[in-house]
T-cell receptor, first 116, second 111 residues
Framework: DGGITQSPKYLFRKEGQNVTLSCEQNLNHDAMYWYRQDPGQGLRLIYYSQIVNDFQKGDIAEGYSVSREKKESFPLTVTSAQKNPTAFYLC???????????????FGEGSRLTVL | QQQVKQSPQSLIVQKGGISIINCAYENTAFDYFPWYQQFPGKGPALLIAIRPDVSEKKEGRFTISFNKSAKQFSLHIMDSQPGDSATYFCAASWAGNMLTFGGGTRLMVKP
């Protein structure tokens, strides 16, 4: 089945450790996104990438890093510089080139990170 | 300003009732207004969306009402069911497929 796969679903980290969240899509979508979800704050954009080997900072990029070496993969690293990393992280994708704007992002099932 | 404000934060409705969630925006460059539904432990999924040149769109029990002059739009869920219990996000699209999301509304439909 086509879709977006995020792993791990749950992750625990000690303070001071970097962790990497995986996001893989087999939808052949050009654009990929990382969002952070906190209660009452909606979804806030961390990073996005419209094309391989290129990515842009979103609204809350500090303390995070990404890479886009392959079209289907967009891993997110939560670094020790992120002051409040405990959250639900969502990866999404959408076709971009040659498609009309539908307002639709396709989301994975999320990764819940807890810092101990 | 890329902000989208959503209210209420939480909503309790009896089965068969109407659920209403409201959103407001400032940026007139937004060009598409989707609503997303999210069940616990899952990612959001597109529910229904509207363009700013349309005042209303209906899909089954779900209706978006759009007021361009007031910069407001709302989601109405008719005949609400317990299975509709979820978190709902309004959003606004800009620059192609970039989305700004509202803060979310947690809906509970009591049987």
């Amino acid at each position: 089945d086509g879709g977006i796969t995020q792993s791990p679903k749950y992750l625990f980290r000690k303070e001071g450790q970097n962790v990497t969240l995986s996001c893989e899509q087999n939808l052949n979508h050009d654009a990929m996104y990382w969002y952070r979800q906190d209660p009452g704050q909606g979804l806030r954009l961390i990073y996005y990438s419209q094309i391989v080997n290129d990515f842009q900072k979103g609204d809350i990029a500090e303390g995070y890093s990404v890479s886009r070496e392959k079209k289907e993969s967009f891993p997110l690293t939560v670094t020790s510089a992120q002051k409040n990393p405990t959250a639900f992280y969502l990866c999404a994708s959408t076709p971009v080139v040659g498609t009309p704007n539908t307002g639709e992002l396709f989301f994975g099932e999320g990764s819940r990170l807890t810092v101990l | 300003q890329q902000q989208v404000k959503q209210s209420p934060q939480s909503l309790i409705v009896q089965k068969g009732g109407i659920s209403i969630i409201n959103c407001a925006y400032e940026n007139t460059a937004f060009d598409y207004f989707p609503w997303y539904q999210q069940f616990p432990g899952k990612g959001p999924a597109l529910l229904i969306a509207i363009r700013p040149d349309v005042s209303e769109k209906k899909e089954g029990r779900f209706t978006i009402s759009f007021n361009k002059s007031a910069k407001q739009f709302s989601l109405h869920i008719m005949d609400s069911q317990p299975g509709d219990s979820a978190t709902y996000f309004c959003a606004a699209s800009w620059a192609g497929n970039m989305l700004t999301f509202g803060g979310g509304t947690r809906l509970m439909v009591k049987p």
